[in-house]
């Protein structure tokens, strides 16, 4: 199984910037996507940042594009989330997610960071 811990939250001023890490561990594909999940207070999750294995193909979600930058570390098992020019509503849980290339359904989920964006 894998298992995927993410660390970098906390609580900022709007206009500041975060860096999210996430790690894997446990029996990884060969190769897998990586991407990052949030969900706000009484909202469902949404999608935010996704990176396939190549790390050629990032893909953003509409809400974050131009303000956040999704990259990855094959070698460490890693992905980040800069975040940059943060704003209240992007105030959520972050999670990251562990895609297999040939079995998407056989993924993981990370705990969730939490990050605060006050005005």
């Known amino acids: 199984q894998v298992q995927l811990e993410e660390s970098g939250g906390g609580s900022v001023q709007a206009g500041d910037s975060l860096r999210l890490s996430c790690a894997a561990s446990?029996?990884?594909?060969?190769?897998?996507?990586l991407g990052w999940y949030r969900q706000a207070p009484e909202k469902e999750r949404e999608f935010v940042a996704g990176?396939?294995?190549?790390?050629?193909?990032?893909v953003y979600a509409g809400a974050v594009a131009g303000r956040f930058t999704i990259s990855r570390d094959n070698a460490k098992r890693a992905v980040y989330l800069q975040m940059d020019n943060l704003m209240t509503k992007d105030t959520a849980v972050y999670c990251c997610q562990y895609a297999p290339s040939d079995d998407p359904s056989n993924g993981a989920w990370g705990q969730g960071i939490q990050i605060t964006v006050s005005a």
């Open positions: 446990g029996r990884t594909a060969n190769t897998y996507d």
């Open positions: 990176i396939d294995w190549s790390g050629d193909r990032p």
